[in-house]
């Protein structure tokens, strides 16, 4: 199993940028598909981004997120710019043995490692 810790979270201006970071322990980190998801208020944990060798993203996000991966450090990023409230969540990192995820890494069913999530909220 893999421990995962989320930082970078916190309160930030509509239209601004934040930057999550989740560093990951205890398996070989290159051979993770690893992946963001967020929960609202009342809402079902949604995905977010993912990447393996390529990126996917929800809908969404596209265009204003961006994953990456840093094998080096064993961590995870998201960068989130022109933030916007429907942004307000908090944001779970997960990881996953890269043999059980297909393109577009997006089932949260796959994802057998979980961090304590961060929160993210957006405000006027």
């Known amino acids: 199993q893999v421990q995962l810790v989320e930082s970078g979270g916190g309160l930030v201006q509509i239209g601004g940028s934040l930057r999550l970071s989740c560093v990951a322990s205890g398996q070989t980190f290159e051979a993770l598909t690893l992946a963001w998801f967020r929960q609202a208020p009342g809402k079902e944990r949604e995905f977010v981004a993912a990447v393996k060798w390529l990126a996917t993203y929800t809908d969404s996000v596209k265009g204003r997120f961006t994953i990456s991966r840093d094998n080096a450090q064993k961590t995870v990023f998201l960068q989130m710019n022109s933030l916007n409230s429907d942004d307000t969540a908090v944001y779970y990192c997960?990881?996953?043995?890269?043999?059980?995820?297909?393109?577009?890494?997006?089932?949260?069913?796959?994802?057998?490692?979980w961090g304590q999530g961060t929160q993210v909220t957006v405000s006027s």
């Open positions: 997960a990881a996953a043995d890269m043999r059980k995820t297909s393109h577009p890494y997006s089932n949260r069913n796959d994802y057998d490692s």
